[in-house]
């Protein structure tokens, strides 16, 4: 039998206000612990430098009145819980080191925060933004705080439940048009063709003038339900209603009422206070797709920002979307393949009580492509594609038909597949026509098809 947690008064009484604290002091249920990588000169000291960042970041500014500055500063100052230097010297450094770097840990008190994002992400990367070569790793958050957000409405299981499609990865196709007649027709041959999922460009948002949302929404839905008709499958449109607060909501309803079955946000620059709002709202009965663009503002530099693994994992789910489009490690924006994989961990991996978000890596994709994606990600995934699909010989219907025949592919014969692809459709001749005919129109106009 244990003994009930508690904590030394002694200790506490001396040491409890301290801006400082072990690692133990944190793994409890009233501290969110952010992560960060954090880089000094040498001259500083390490722990010194994390007390200047919990001060700015918590009590800082605090000037005692009435209060008692120990009282406040227990319960309020947010604590370095963890200085690690990355190489961890030991017994001496280099004398001509002029930048020392580490991994600090933070353990922010409950006491001080909000479950709403803006105080949540000020307190975590607020003025220290500003401050030299500091980038937000990671937060690790507690049940009790978790247990506030509600998350994705559908995420990967109630997705698949709307589409009555048990197992195997989806397909995406993005409708980047001008015209209504353009988009009508790239939609229904899309659908036709096999995808599962029919999305607008990002920047196809809200009721732009050129397609006008009521109208686009009103036509793509002819075009699902006779496609529909003809395959016996159903697509789901994600149309962009992309806006400011006010019409985002307006631009929402305008779209149910139409008749659409899933909305697309850019997420990033729409906000994620404002995502969030959206998901929770009892009224929206459709999956929400998020849209990776801006990402890169916040995670592309090494020694800034956020993490991507943060701004397009965690706080994606946290926000309440039911998909997410994100770079793939082969794709046309420079990612490398370990974070690809760490943001579909933070989709899919368990979160507390969260659904598990639907990863849709994307950026050029190729059959070769999607067949990589299916081996790194297994079947809980989409596979998207733009010009992938509608640049086939034969037109966009073919083009999704190829692609559907790769995801066959990836549920049967996915290692011999993976390994030469040409050489395996050479093997099952006259199986995949489609297939064959986009590889051969590729490798004609010198598109390298598979990595």
């Not at 663009?293 to 926000?319: N, P, Q, T």
């Amino acid at each position: 039998m244990t003994k009930k947690s508690r904590i030394d008064n002694y200790a506490d009484k001396k040491f409890g206000w301290f801006p400082e604290g072990l690692q133990e002091i944190a793994i409890s249920n009233d501290y969110v612990i952010g992560i960060y990588y954090a880089a000094f000169s040498s001259t500083l000291d390490p722990w010194y430098m994390g007390n200047v960042v919990v001060q700015e970041q918590s009590v800082g500014s605090y000037f005692p009145v009435h209060s008692e500055p120990k009282d406040i500063l227990r319960k309020f100052s947010a604590k370095v819980v963890g200085v690690y230097e990355i190489p961890p010297f030991e017994i001496g450094v280099p004398h001509d080191l002029k930048e020392r770097q580490y991994i600090i840990h933070v353990a922010y008190p409950l006491e001080g925060l909000d479950t709403q994002f803006p105080l949540l992400l000020t307190t975590l990367m607020g003025n220290i933004s500003m401050g030299g070569k500091i980038k937000l790793l990671d937060v690790i958050f507690p049940p009790k705080f978790l247990a506030e957000f509600q998350g994705p409405k559908f995420g990967i299981e109630g997705i698949r439940k709307q589409l009555k499609v048990p197992e195997r990865p989806f397909l995406t196709n993005i409708d980047h048009a001008y015209t209504l007649e353009d988009g009508k027709s790239l939609f229904y041959e899309a659908a036709i063709g096999g995808a599962d999922f029919i999305k607008d460009d990002e920047s196809t948002a809200g009721d732009i003038k050129y397609l006008p949302l009521e109208d686009r929404v009103t036509t793509y839905m002819e075009m699902r339900d006779q496609a529909k008709e003809e395959t016996g499958e159903d697509t789901v449109y994600f149309v962009n209603i992309t806006a400011g607060p006010n019409e985002l909501r307006e631009n929402a309803q305008k779209a149910i009422d139409c008749g659409t079955n899933g909305l697309m946000v850019n997420y990033l620059t729409v906000g994620l206070p404002v995502v969030r709002e959206l998901a929770a709202d009892e009224s929206i009965k459709v999956p929400i797709l998020g849209h990776m663009d801006f990402a890169g503002v916040y995670y592309e530099s090494e020694m800034s920002g956020i993490s991507s693994f943060l701004i397009m994992g965690k706080l994606a789910r946290l926000a309440g979307l039911d998909a997410l489009v994100y770079p793939s490690a082969y794709s046309k924006a420079p990612f490398i393949r370990d974070k690809y994989l760490a943001c579909a961990k933070a989709l899919r991996y368990p979160f507390g009580a969260l659904k598990p978000v639907l990863p849709m890596p994307s950026g050029g994709v190729t059959p070769g492509i999607a067949l990589n994606l299916i081996k790194d990600l297994g079947h809980d995934i989409m596979i998207g594609a733009g010009v992938g699909i509608h640049s086939h010989p034969q037109g966009t219907r073919a083009g999704a038909k190829a692609f559907r025949q790769v995801i066959e592919i990836g549920m049967t014969n996915l290692e011999e597949a993976a390994e030469d692809l040409e050489d395996y459709l050479d093997d099952h001749e006259g199986e995949y026509p489609e297939l064959v005919q986009a590889i051969e129109s590729w490798g004609k106009a010198g598109i390298k098809y598979q990595f």
